[in-house]
């Protein structure tokens, strides 16, 4: 999906209409819709347009965006104390707001209208969205929730959260990803701050015309202002997230809601990757929203891209595991700590917990249990987590249960020969640490 805004596609190709919806309890006209989709615990009708399926369905409200220790929330994290930093207002405070649990349920209007999207455009048909019905879809861009942050008033905000588009799955795409879109409004005072001279400057001019370089109402020294704070606060991102001496370039592209616009690119694993779109906001969409008077910037940019580059994780589909191999290496109470993914088999888990009773001299410590587990499992056991420590209120004794995981790389181990790996750890720590093993 690289050219998204501009690729072509023969319409014929997204007519199939998929049944997967539950049928009324009168029989069913086959002609019709028959029956409502509930999406995040509302119902909405459906048409010939609908083709969202259970497992697309299956993915919303799971939220990974801001999921505690996931690696995309540690991504989000860092994009916004970025642009809470770079950005401040009088006082000191944040500049920004943050919007990350509007819902993915949006409309056409939100999604293309009220971006200047034309109608017959290719982004728009069947084949490359999850439509919920004629007027709603599953929102294909964070940028979808752009023109009524405006209308609302708002001037510098972000927008997070999971978006939609009918795409192959591999290795790089999977049909649901995390964007962040950001938006910066100007008036003429805000844009040229630092600009020194005595003229006064302007963000409008009559008679111009559009051009490569600019939309025709906008003079060419605000465009340039605005592309320099634009492209600064991103590579300084860039640089946050990949070090000082990243590797990037701007490439010229095309989206109906901004001109001109870019494209960042960063060189990483030996090649350029495609983070995120940019841009000049078509001044025809602030007019509509209400806020004629200021010239704006905004950006839209992929979490899953830049948390695949930044912890090494080698395939989009990882993001969506449940597998604690994978999620455990997150966990991390500093978002900024240099994280690199380690493969995990992809045979099964086979968990199995021990509790018990401390030794009530202190000699005890989790550490030499660790070992002794390491000992005796060897490269079987894949984790080993604490899950709980007790204290008895009458006895004052403490007791540990640990859930050890076990799974080996080449092979799928079977309960039984797990049991026997557990039991004869058992009976080593009741020996060795002294403890008394709970049943
Ligand atoms: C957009 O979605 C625009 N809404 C971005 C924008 C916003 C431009 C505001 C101007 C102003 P695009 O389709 O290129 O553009 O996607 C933006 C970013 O999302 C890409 O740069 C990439 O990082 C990520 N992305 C796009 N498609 C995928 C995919 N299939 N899988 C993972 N990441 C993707
Ligand atoms: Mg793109």
Sequence with gaps: MQKYWIRLIPVSRCCERRILFKTLSTAPDLTKPVADVELLGTKYPTDEWTNVTPKIISKLGLNLHVAKHHPLSH??????NHFYKAY???VGNPLFSVFDNLSPVVSVAQNFDSLLVPVNHPSRA????????QDLLLRAHTTAHQAELIAMGLDNFLVIGDVYRRDEIDSTHYPVFHQVDGVRLCTADEAFQNARGTDKLHIFENRGSESPEKQGCHTLEAVKVMEHDLKKVLVGLAQVLFGKDVKYRWVDQYFPFTHPSWELEVFYNDQWLEVLGCGIIRQEILQKAGTA??????FGLGL???AMCLYSIPDIRLFWSTDSGFLNQFI???VNDPIKYKPVSTYPQCPNDISFWLPQDKSYCSNDFYDLVREIGGDTVEQIILIDDFIHPKTKKTSHCY???????????????????????EKAAAEQLNVDIRN
């Design 75 to 80: 991504v989000r994290q860092r994009i916004v």
């Design 88 to 90: 401040r207002n009088r």
């Design 126 to 133: 069947k084949s490359d969205c999850y439509y919920v019905n």
């Design 293 to 298: 008077n200021r010239i704006g910037w905004a």
């Design 304 to 306: 899953e891209r830049l």
């Design 332 to 334: 991390t109470d500093n």
């Design 403 to 425: 859930r050890i995981v076990y799974r080996h790389m080449e092979r799928v181990l079977t309960q039984e020969e797990v049991s026997e790996i557990h039991k004869k750890i």
